[in-house]
């Protein structure tokens, strides 16, 4: 079977996003895009990619796209402790809704992920 590479995220503001998806999963925008955020220069359909510097974990693409379907455009599930979940909320995330046992939150363009307890 074939090896999960990457988790592509579409967004209308890839700026406005890998920052967020950033600080959410720990992953470092590459350098080359890094320059283009700060910036501002990146293309009209030119995506960010987040890396581990220690190819540990999956990259995300943050791209944009003309047209986006909603919901659905992707769906993460993460696991924090209440410190994380504050964070993620510091970071910019919104609560959707509680649930049994996890919580439904959505990014600052309104994709939906799950954030489960530790354990």
Known sequence: MPDLAAVVIHCRDPYLLAAFW?????????EEDRVK???RTLG???SV????PHGHRLDVWISPTPELAAPG???LDLVGD????AAVLDAGATVVRELP???VLADPE???????PRG
């Open 22 to 30: 950033s600080e959410v999963t720990g992953l470092p925008v590459a």
């Open 110 to 116: 309104g994709n939906e992920f799950c954030l489960h």
């Open 82 to 85: 209440a410190e994380e979940r």
């Open 37 to 39: 955020l700060t910036d």
């Open 73 to 75: 455009r992707m769906h």
């Open 44 to 46: 009209p359909t030119e």
């Open 49 to 52: 990619l987040l890396r581990d």
């Open 101 to 103: 046992g996890w919580t």
